[in-house]
C-alpha cells in the first residue's frame, strides 16, 4: 500500500485520529473495540472522510435531542463567525435564501460588555485548610493571561540571591482544587525583575511569549489537552531560550492532600545541575540540566507562586507546610507586605488583549 493509501484509508475507517496542535502533528491508534455500536462519518468539501464510532454502552443510554441547529461555548475567549447556506437536515433542504426559517432564538442576539474578565485572586488564605493542614495557607485562583496582559502577578518571599551554583530544595504540601483546559501556573524560585519586565504586544518568538521566564527554577502545573496537567520540573536560565523541563508526574485536580519535595543538586549530572522531583512518595522524576544552562546561569531572588503569561484559561491551587532555600542571615527579620485588592479599570471599548 502506497503511503497516500496509508495516510487516507485508515482515517476513513475509523482506525486511527489525527490532532494537528501548536505546530506538530499527532497520530493515534484507536484501540480494536468489538463493543461498538453505531458510527459517525464527517466530510467537507468532498475531501477525506472523517469516521468515528459509538460505543454500545454510549448508545444504551437515554439520549433526548429536540432541537437541530447551532450554539456558542460556555466558555469565554474570542469570537469565532460562522455561517451555514445550503442546508439539508436529514435529506429534508431548509429554504434560507427567500426567508427567515423561523428558528427558535434563545440567548442568540445578546450584546453586554464583560467587566469580569479574568482575574488573580491568590495569595495568604487564614481560613482554608485545602491543602491539607491546619487553617493558614497560600493559594488560590491562578489566571493565564496574555504576555501583554497587566494582570499578571506573583505572591513570593524575598530569599536574599541564589543561584544554579546553589543547592536549593523544598517541600511541603499540596492540593490541586480545579482547572481549565490551557490554564497552569509555576511554584518555586525566580528573579522578580523578569515577572514584572513589560512585554511587546503580540510577541512572538522562537518560544512562547511571556514563557518559559528567565531565571527560573521549579516546579509547573501545565500539560497536553490529551493529559490534562503534569506536575513538572522546570529549569530556565538567564537567557529564556535555554529552558528545560520534563512530563513528571501526571497530576489532575482531585482536590486529594499531596507531598511532593523539589531537590536540585549542582554538583550531580558531572557538575551540570541537576533536578529531582518527588510526589506523595511515588518514584522520582529527574531533570538534567544542559552545559549551556549551566555556562549562562540563572539568579533568583524570589520564592512562592506566579501565573503564566502565555493565554489561556484558570486554577486553582492551595499549598501549606512550606520549607525552602534562602540567603539570608538567621537572625534577618522577613519583609512583611499587607495583602491589597487591586481593582483594574476596565478600558474604554474593551479589551484589546
Not at 468515528?52 to 433526548?64: E, G
Not at 519583609?335 to 481593582?343: D, G
Request: proline content about 7%.
Amino acid at each position: 500500500m502506497n503511503v497516500d493509501a496509508l495516510s487516507i484509508t485508515p482515517l476513513e475507517k475509523g482506525l486511527v485520529t489525527f490532532l494537528p496542535r501548536a505546530g506538530t502533528q499527532y497520530w493515534q491508534l484507536k484501540q480494536d473495540n468489538e463493543d461498538l455500536k453505531g458510527e459517525i462519518t464527517v466530510q467537507v468539501d468532498g475531501g477525506q472522510k472523517f469516521r468515528t464510532y459509538l460505543s454500545a454502552a454510549m448508545r444504551d443510554q437515554p439520549v433526548v435531542l429536540d432541537r437541530f441547529g447551532i450554539f456558542n461555548m460556555q466558555l469565554y475567549h474570542g469570537a469565532v463567525k460562522f455561517h451555514v447556506s445550503d442546508l439539508t437536515v436529514n435529506d429534508h433542504k431548509i429554504d434560507l435564501r427567500s426567508k427567515d426559517p423561523g428558528w427558535e432564538g434563545r440567548g442568540n442576539r445578546t450584546q453586554f460588555v464583560e467587566r469580569d474578565f479574568q482575574r488573580q485572586n491568590f495569595g495568604y488564605s487564614p481560613d482554608t485548610a485545602l491543602a491539607g493542614g491546619q487553617k493558614g495557607e497560600i493559594g488560590g485562583q491562578f489566571y493565564n493571561v496574555e504576555p501583554i496582559d497587566p494582570l499578571h502577578g506573583y505572591y513570593a518571599d524575598d530569599v536574599g540571591r541564589l543561584t544554579l551554583d546553589d543547592p536549593i530544595r523544598f517541600s511541603g504540601k499540596i492540593s490541586f482544587i480545579e482547572g481549565s483546559t490551557d490554564a497552569g501556573m509555576f511554584f518555586g524560585f525566580f528573579r522578580a525583575e523578569d515577572e514584572k519586565r513589560e512585554l511587546p504586544p503580540n510577541a512572538r518568538d522562537q518560544i512562547t511569549p511571556g514563557w518559559p521566564q528567565a531565571n527560573t527554577l521549579g516546579v509547573v502545573i501545565d500539560g497536553p489537552a490529551r493529559i490534562g496537567w503534569y506536575f513538572m520540573p522546570v529549569c530556565t536560565a538567564a537567557q529564556r531560550d535555554l529552558s528545560r523541563n520534563t512530563s513528571g508526574h501526571v497530576f489532575l485536580p482531585t482536590r486529594a492532600h499531596r507531598t511532593f519535595d523539589f531537590d536540585y543538586d549542582p554538583l550531580a549530572n558531572n557538575g551540570v545541575g541537576r533536578i529531582t522531583v518527588t510526589l506523595d512518595g511515588e518514584p522520582p522524576f529527574t531533570l538534567d540540566l544542559e552545559p549551556a544552562q549551566r555556562k549562562a546561569g540563572a539568579t533568583f531572588d524570589r520564592f512562592g507562586l506566579m501565573s503564566f503569561r502565555r493565554g489561556g484559561k484558570y486554577s486553582t491551587l492551595f499549598f501549606d507546610d512550606l520549607t525552602y532555600t534562602t540567603r539570608r542571615s538567621a537572625d534577618a527579620p522577613p519583609v512583611r507586605y499587607e495583602q491589597k485588592i487591586t481593582k483594574v479599570p476596565y478600558p474604554k471599548g474593551g479589551r484589546q488583549f
